[in-house]
């Protein structure tokens, strides 16, 4: 056996053993991370903005710098309680502007119901299926917060659509999003979007629907990474990056 074999061997024992150890812990393994990929994809995309709708504290933002991203950040979170940390940390970051407000069809203000855990905070109403395979993610309050459109965000930032990921994470309120986008989409050189196999918030379009309004408007899957499950392993949602199919 030769020396370059047994390494080999010695490094293939070692990934399952680390496998094995995640899968013990219930994390997952994979070749590249979603970070990685999307990174990938906006360098390959030419796109030096991320519109970041629904940013929560920041995490998606941190991660996009993470993994090698040094272009412009535009983050909106509604919640006043989220926003005070958001602004803390992208204050820290001159090329990252967090922006206090939710993002819908239309301007004006609306109501948005305060999750447990923030993170799972809607417009919409939750469902049990949601509740089930979160459990302590329920409503606990609600805020007044202002409202406004990726439109009207794309002109007072000046973002040129053409290089730009516009991402939404606004719990089941994806399609008023999009909506509020208007002929912007067709022309954003990337999207991702949280999609769901079954309803966790009443009134929110499912994956096939989405799916099927990108490819009419140009759009193809470029990635999905796997997002929450049921009890019973049940996949009940992912989050899908789509790109312009310019390229077949």
């Known amino acids: 056996m030769t020396d370059q074999t047994m390494a080999n061997r010695a490094r293939e024992k070692a990934k399952l053993a680390l496998r094995k150890a995640m899968q013990r812990a219930d994390l997952e393994i994979g070749r590249g991370s ?3 990929r999307l990174a990938a994809t906006l360098d390959a995309r030419d796109v030096d903005t ?3 709708v629904g940013a929560n504290v920041g995490q998606y933002a941190a991660l996009l710098r993470s993994a090698g ?3 412009r950040i535009i983050s909106c979170e509604p919640l006043s309680g989220a926003y005070a940390e958001l602004g803390q940390r992208a204050a820290k970051d001159p090329r990252w502007t967090a922006v206090n407000t939710a993002v ?10 305060v999750a447990a855990n923030s993170f799972s905070s809607s ?10 395979a979160a459990p302590g993610s329920g409503y606990v309050s609600s805020e007044r917060v202002p409202l406004t459109t990726v439109a009207e965000l794309v002109a007072e930032q000046r973002v040129d659509p053409t290089r730009c990921l516009l991402k939404i994470d606004t719990q089941g309120f994806e399609d008023e999003v999009l909506r ?9 050189a ?10 966790l918030y009443a009134g929110q379009s499912l994956f ?6 990108m490819a009419a408007l140009g759009y193809r899957i470029q990635q999905l990474d796997p997002g929450i499950s049921d009890r019973d392993g049940r996949l009940l949602q992912v989050d899908g990056v789509f790109v312009l199919a310019t390229d077949g």
């Open 208 to 213: 096939d629907e989405l799916v099927a309004r």
């Open 123 to 132: 417009v919409r109403d939750m469902t049990d299926a949601h509740l089930r």
């Open 34 to 36: 979603f970070a990685g």
């Open 180 to 188: 509020g986008a208007g002929g912007l989409v067709g022309t954003l």
């Open 104 to 113: 819908g069809a239309e301007p004006g203000e609306i109501t948005i119901n």
């Open 69 to 71: 991203f040094t272009g």
């Open 190 to 199: 990337a999207v991702q979007l949280e999609l769901s196999f079954v309803e």
């Open 50 to 52: 991320v519109l970041d």
